[in-house]
């Protein structure tokens, strides 16, 4: 989920901000997203790539009781 534009989903580029932030975008387009949270709350801040990468895979497919896909959230 980011929080400029909602849920984005399909072949994704990951990396960090300055501050830490996961970013998200689209392969083959310029803009960056904030991954963010249903809760408005601030972005989880993250100490590697790697680490956003891992967190991103252990949800990556999964589905909640009613059957809906598990969106990321940071």
């Known amino acids: 989920m980011t929080e400029e534009e ?5 072949d994704l580029d990951v ?4 501050s830490g ?5 689209y392969r ?4 960056w997203y904030t991954i963010g949270n249903i ?3 601030p972005p989880h801040t993250w100490e590697c790539v790697a680490d956003l990468v ?4 252990k949800v990556a497919g999964t589905r909640d ?3 809906n896909a598990v969106v990321f959230e940071a």
């Not at 990396?15 to 300055?18: A, F, V, Y």
């Not at 083959?28 to 803009?31: A, D, L, S, V």
């Not at 891992?54 to 895979?57: C, G, N």
């Open 39 to 41: 809760e408005a709350e």
């Open 54 to 57: 891992k967190a991103i895979k």
């Open 28 to 31: 083959g387009t310029e803009r």
């Open 65 to 67: 009781v009613a059957g």
């Open 21 to 25: 932030k996961g970013l998200v975008r």
């Open 6 to 10: 909602g849920t984005v989903s399909g």
């Open 15 to 18: 990396m960090l901000d300055d």
